[in-house]
Every structure is written in C-alpha cells, then in structure tokens.
C-alpha cells in the first residue's frame, strides 16, 4: 500500500484542499496524531501565515468568503470532511502578531483518513514525493530516489510531523490577517 502524495496535498486535505480558487498559501502545517488504539484517534493541525494570491479584488473576495465563511463557519465544510473519516470537533482562526493562523481538531477511525498513513504492525508510515519538506518528526525520516517517508514505532502515543508549504514571504502575497475579525 504505497501512496505517494506532495505536501501540498497532504496539507490541502484538511484545510485548503476544499477551497474551489486555490489561492490561498501556507507557510507550514503541523499535525500532532494522538493515538487511542493502532487504527484511532484525535489529529491537531496548525497551518501557519496563511496568505492570498490574488491578482484582483474579485479573487481576494473569493479567498475570503472560502477560507472566512465556509472554511471557518459553513457546515458544508464539516460535511465534507466526514465524508473523507476526518470528524471535525474543533475549527479556529488565530492572530498572531501579524500573521493569520488556523488550528484544526478532527477525530478519525482509520488511520489512513490522516494524510494516507499506513499502520502495518510495528509501524505506521507516511510517504512522501523526495521534494517534500519535512520540518521535523518525532518519527525517522528514510530517504531514497523515488520517494521520501516519515516512520514510527508503533510504541508511541503521539506521532507529529511538520511540513514546509509554501514561501510567504513573497511581495505578490497579501496576508488574510489584515482581513480577520474576531466576531
């Protein structure tokens, strides 16, 4: 069961992926997956300096409604997540400094709904295109031409990763913070 998957959209999937523009970018997500049984458990995702694209006025009023009405608010957005074994029970928008941030709480059933991870005992594993950048791990990073992955030891409670999106640093992006209203 080998599936290889870009970060891109390994972080697009709990987050932005539903988003219909794609013009929203990232700096990085961090997911920590705690584990009740091999197959089950809870997942935190923490998207960092979320920033748009947008060319005009239009597009930016697009990213807003997607990432400030339906990402944050729409029980459409819920729905859609189940539908793919991601059980949302929590959803927020965060402002720090001057970055806008999103932290992501879901409950799952089958450990292969959380990015494609693969249990097979004694290990669960995460792979990767050889592009991808992994941040940091509590697991082992195994490198090879063809592919990148992350591996844990089934002994542990908690598997973290943390992955590399995007630059945003960049002049063409404008942050969502200035945008954010805490209501």
Same mark, same amino acid.
């Given at each position: 069961?080998?599936?290889?998957?870009?970060?891109?959209?390994?972080?697009?999937?709990?987050?932005?992926?539903?988003?219909?523009?794609?013009?929203?970018?990232?700096?990085?997500?961090?997911?920590?997956?705690?584990?009740?049984d091999?197959n089950?458990?809870?997942?935190?995702?923490?998207? /960092?300096? %979320?920033?748009s694209?947008?060319?005009?006025?239009?597009?930016?009023?697009? #990213?807003? &409604? +997607?990432?400030? @009405?339906f990402?944050?608010?729409?029980?459409?957005?819920i729905?859609?997540?189940e539908?793919?074994?991601?059980?949302?029970?929590?959803? /927020?928008l %965060?402002?720090?400094?001057?970055?806008?941030?999103?932290?992501?709480?879901? #409950?799952? &059933? +089958?450990?292969n @709904?959380?990015?494609?991870?693969?249990?097979?005992?004694?290990?669960y594993?995460?792979?990767?295109?050889?592009?991808?950048?992994?941040?940091?791990?509590?697991?082992?990073?195994?490198?090879?031409?063809?592919y990148?992955?992350?591996?844990w030891d089934n002994?542990l409670d908690?598997?973290?990763?943390?992955?590399?999106?995007?630059?945003?640093?960049?002049?063409?992006?404008?942050?969502?913070?200035?945008?954010?209203?805490?209501e």
């Amino acid at each position: 069961m080998f599936r290889k998957l870009t970060a891109l959209k390994i972080i697009s999937i709990i987050m932005l992926a539903v988003l219909m523009q794609g013009c929203l970018h990232f700096n990085t997500a961090s997911y920590k997956i705690e584990l009740k049984d091999s197959n089950s458990g809870s997942v935190t995702v923490f998207v /960092k300096d %979320i920033k748009s694209d947008a060319m005009d006025k239009s597009e930016l009023n697009e #990213d807003k &409604k +997607n990432l400030f @009405d339906f990402a944050l608010k729409s029980e459409k957005f819920i729905e859609q997540m189940e539908s793919e074994g991601k059980f949302i029970t929590d959803r /927020k928008l %965060i402002l720090d400094s001057t970055n806008l941030n999103a932290t992501i709480k879901y #409950d799952f &059933k +089958n450990i292969n @709904d959380v990015e494609g991870i693969v249990y097979e005992d004694p290990f669960y594993y995460l792979t990767l295109q050889p592009g991808d950048s992994v941040v940091s791990t509590n697991g082992k990073i195994i490198e090879s031409k063809d592919y990148k992955r992350i591996i844990w030891d089934n002994s542990l409670d908690t598997l973290e990763f943390e992955m590399f999106s995007d630059d945003t640093n960049g002049d063409n992006l404008t942050s969502m913070a200035v945008y954010y209203n805490k209501e």
